[in-house]
């Protein structure tokens, strides 16, 4: 009697146990998946300067280098199809609007320090926006076409340890 008992016991522990292993396996799987996402996300820019750029926690103003700058309005005129007023990172452009335009590497919503010009967010895309290439934005097409095309220095405020 107290020895069956005993051996119930004995089995409802054990599965107690396994229950609870094969919760912490599937945990442990799960937070490696995470991991594996955040890892690949991190890893995702493939030359040194993107990734210098990857987010990290004190904000750090660190040089990218210099880049070829040009500018764009919202209109036709620089947009053409994609002259919706909202940039390709979802966001409604409203008069007055700062942002910039990037190489798809660089991550939205970095900001980005640009002289002359000011501390804007990475907005939007364009075909020609590769590697060195940024277009700032301007509401006015003159706006744009008085920035003209410069060669400017640019920083961006990462988060570091
Ligand atoms: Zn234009």
Redesign the pocket.
């Given at each position: 009697m107290n020895n069956s008992k005993r051996n119930a016991i004995a089995f409802l522990m054990c599965l107690a146990v396994s229950v609870l292993v094969f919760y912490a396996i599937d945990k442990i799987e799960k937070l490696n998946s995470i991991l594996e996402i955040t890892d690949t996300k991190s890893n995702q820019p493939s030359d040194a300067e993107a990734e210098s750029v990857t987010p990290s926690s004190v904000p750090i103003r660190r040089s990218l280098g210099i880049y070829i700058v040009t500018a764009?309005?919202p209109?036709e005129?620089?947009c053409g199809d994609y002259a919706d007023g909202i940039t390709a990172s979802g966001h409604k452009i409203i008069e007055g609007d700062k942002f910039c335009a990037t190489d798809p590497r660089i991550t939205f919503h970095l900001k980005l320090d640009i002289e002359e010009y000011g501390i804007v967010q990475i907005e939007d895309r364009g075909g020609k926006i590769k590697g060195n290439k940024i277009d700032v934005f301007f509401w006015t097409?003159e706006e744009?076409l008085e920035w003209g095309v410069q060669e400017i220095e640019i920083f961006c405020w990462v988060q570091g340890e």
């Amino acid at each position: 009697m107290n020895n069956s008992k005993r051996n119930a016991i004995a089995f409802l522990m054990c599965l107690a146990v396994s229950v609870l292993v094969f919760y912490a396996i599937d945990k442990i799987e799960k937070l490696n998946s995470i991991l594996e996402i955040t890892d690949t996300k991190s890893n995702q820019p493939s030359d040194a300067e993107a990734e210098s750029v990857t987010p990290s926690s004190v904000p750090i103003r660190r040089s990218l280098g210099i880049y070829i700058v040009t500018a764009y309005c919202p209109n036709e005129c620089c947009c053409g199809d994609y002259a919706d007023g909202i940039t390709a990172s979802g966001h409604k452009i409203i008069e007055g609007d700062k942002f910039c335009a990037t190489d798809p590497r660089i991550t939205f919503h970095l900001k980005l320090d640009i002289e002359e010009y000011g501390i804007v967010q990475i907005e939007d895309r364009g075909g020609k926006i590769k590697g060195n290439k940024i277009d700032v934005f301007f509401w006015t097409h003159e706006e744009a076409l008085e920035w003209g095309v410069q060669e400017i220095e640019i920083f961006c405020w990462v988060q570091g340890e």
